[in-house]
């Protein structure tokens, strides 16, 4: 895997730096030219900046759609990543202004999944059986509900591939070239199955936003049915041989007339900031949970 240069301290200060968007986890300010720096609110959040590298970097290098990674960094004690700063929508927004495009979008995203499944993950993530391990673990889980859930995990099959963790339409960022998948905090390595079956968990489970509309709300269970099913359908018919060619689903199922407006490259929002820039003054991301990261 490409190695990702650490430029360690950087003298300069957060204040000098222009915030293109914001959410729970990082911020993501301008960086050089065609840039962004994505910064960890938590100063000891290191870890998951360089877990972040290293998922994208991984995926970068087998040829998936994803942003460049150029080098880790640490500003004001701070650790942030810096990468491509990309101009687009996301699909979540684009579909909201036009839920009659959902097959679109759909068909983008079960061809996108289907081709980061394609990439097998580097040995420095985690494993996605481990760290549901640990989850499990908690002491605030029931000890009776801890027992039977390892039993389960360890009946589950393993695997080498690229894990998302997060991967739902607002985590796919439409620019003019290309889509690209943005928010990689939670990436694994495991079975691609149990992606597929978080992105299933977001999608029926996610919380609308506050400002949808009356309208909005009323079909969101239908339009919810008819995106799964789309997503699942289009992420089996996908060829499973290569690990590039991905955008060939954001080509077919290219949206029309999205909106001029564009995502910050780097905001993953609501949840935490995702990736991407904007034309727009920075606003919340929607898809309860959501968040931000580089692209």
């Known amino acids: 895997m490409t190695d990702i240069a650490e430029s360690g301290l950087r ?3 957060v204040r000098e ?3 293109l968007g ?3 986890e990082a911020e993501v300010f301008a960086w050089a030219e065609g840039r962004a720096l994505r910064l960890a609110r938590n100063p000891a959040d290191g870890d998951m900046i360089a877990r972040e590298a290293a998922a994208l970097a991984a995926a970068h290098e087998a040829g998936a759609d994803v942003p460049a990674v150029y080098e880790l960094v640490t500003i004001d004690g701070r650790p942030g990543l810096v990468l491509d700063r990309l101009d687009g929508v996301d699909l ?6 036009r839920p009659w495009a959902i097959g679109s979008v759909s068909l983008i995203l079960g061809r996108e999944h289907a081709a980061l499944h394609r990439v097998e993950a580097p040995a420095s993530l985690p494993r996605l059986r481990e760290e549901l391990r640990h989850r499990i673990g908690s002491p605030l889980v029931p000890a009776d509900v801890q027992s039977r859930t390892f039993e389960r995990l360890d009946r589950l099959p393993d695997g080498d591939r690229l894990l998302h963790g997060d991967f739902h339409p607002a985590n796919l960022l439409r620019t003019v070239e290309r889509c690209v ?5 939670n990436g694994t390595g495991g079975d691609p199955a149990a992606d597929v079956a978080r992105t299933v968990l977001l999608v029926e489970g996610g919380t609308l936003p506050d400002d949808t509309s009356a309208l909005l709300r009323v079909i969101a269970p239908l339009t919810r049915r008819i995106l799964l099913r789309g997503y699942l359908r289009a992420y089996a018919g996908a060829p499973r041989s290569t690990a590039s060619g991905s955008n060939d689903g954001c080509r077919s199922g290219r949206p029309r007339g999205s909106p001029r407006a564009s995502k910050r490259s780097g905001r993953r929002c ?15 991301r929607r898809w309860r949970r959501r968040r931000s990261a580089s692209p």
């Open 181 to 185: 998948v943005i928010d990689w905090t």
């Open 11 to 13: 003298s300069i200060w």
């Open 92 to 97: 979540l927004d684009w579909r909201e202004h």
């Open 22 to 24: 914001s959410g729970r």
């Open 17 to 19: 730096l222009e915030l």
């Open 270 to 284: 609501s949840p935490a900031p995702a990736s991407t820039t904007s034309s727009r003054a920075p606003r919340r």
